[in-house]
């Protein structure tokens, strides 16, 4: 056997057994044999949408508003929605169930379907495509979290249409190789006014030295992440001031607290930013109340 098929062995066995199974435009496949059209428009063009939806003990968490966002996604891109709510949302559970999926996540991909390569929208009886793994995900203990990550800050170099989750990522992925290079958790990126935007998967969060929780405004500049609105509701039902606004690299860097949230980063403490420590060096107590009402949430237990 060659390490190459032990690996596959290994990986298909994990947790259950079974071979990890995926959805695609129609049939639910092995991995192994699930692939897409050379000739896919997001495979040449990137030219696709996505989500991302964390599954916590067999439940899907905030479905609607990441079905929302998948929508309000297609309809800026212009790509017609693949098949209706209620078919779709009995494909993410018949995905669920075929990979026995406890806690993990769901990637959905829509893409402008498959066409001669030409820059122009394809003719309208092209269907789009639909693509939905699962892949399981170990949720976070809160003394791991305590200890916090590191992120740098690095230039955002994305396009002015950051609020669409297209799968054009690769300024994303530079980013986070570059953090991962450099020791950190996420990159943290700046718009030339100073200002973070997000992290390259995440939205960025501080806590001021009076308490207050602060998160960038949504506009085209970010990604409205369905935790982040999520993390605000929690705060809003527990009476914690929070304010919507930029911030400065600076003044993350003599905050109190930071953290960052997405379906599957969770509430995620930040304790160093580039080479400055945040607070004491460790998880704040504003951070660790807001994962705990969270992990709280995603257990079905809260809001
Ligand atoms: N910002 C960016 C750029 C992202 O890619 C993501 C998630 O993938 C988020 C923010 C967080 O969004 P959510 O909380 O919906 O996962």
Redesign the pocket.
Known sequence: MTARTRRSVVEQSKGTGMSRIAYVNGTYRPHREASVHVEDRGYQFADGIYE?VLVCGGRLVDEEPHLDRMDRSLREMRIEPPMARAPLRLVLREVLRRNRLHDGLLYLQVTRGVARRDHPFPDAATPPALVVTAKRLALPDRETSEKGIGVITIPDIRWER?DI?TIALVP?VLGKQQAREAGAGEAWLVADDGTVT??????AWIVTGEGALVTRDTSQA??A????ARVLAIARMNGLEFEERPFTVEEAQSAREAFL????SFVKPVTRIDDRVIGNGRAGSFTLQLFDAYMDHARGAGT
């Not at 949230?261 to 599957?264: G, I, K, L, M, R």
């Open positions: 991302v950051c989750k994303s997000e992290g390259t998967s995440t939205n970010i990604l992440g369905v935790t982040r949230t997405s379906a599957t």
